[in-house]
């Protein structure tokens, strides 16, 4: 299993961005996927999951800001990030989940300028 994670880019505060995850393999819909962040000199950090039944998952500091979701017909998971503050500013990496394992995507840049 591949992901390409993209949509990441350079927003004001207060913006918007959605971030897109493909994965290749047929066995997207069964698994667990989600997405973390890794600031520049911070560990890195889960923001949101989605099951593979479709419940979301949120860290404290996304809740009431971002959404995530998931198309399995199109192997897609998503987040969509509202109300964008400077400390969201990291790299956000996508994962899904498989038999226990976590396999993860690169990064997309994300900068919140204020």
């Known amino acids: 299993v591949q992901l390409q994670a993209s949509g990441g880019g350079l927003v004001q505060a207060g913006g918007s961005l959605r971030l897109s995850c493909a994965a290749s393999g047929s066995i997207f819909s069964r698994n667990h996927m989600g997405w973390s962040r890794q600031a520049q000199g911070k560990q890195r950090e889960a923001v949101a999951i989605?099951?593979?039944?479709?419940?979301?998952i949120y860290a404290d500091s996304a809740k009431g800001r971002f959404t995530i979701s998931r198309d399995n017909a199109k192997n897609t998971v998503y987040l969509q990030m509202n109300s964008l503050k400077p400390e969201d500013s990291a790299v956000y990496y996508c994962?899904?989940?498989?038999?226990?394992?976590?396999?993860w995507g690169q990064g997309t840049q994300v900068t919140v300028s204020s």
């Open positions: 994962w899904i989940n498989i038999g226990g394992r976590d396999i």
């Open positions: 989605i099951t593979s039944g479709g419940t979301p």
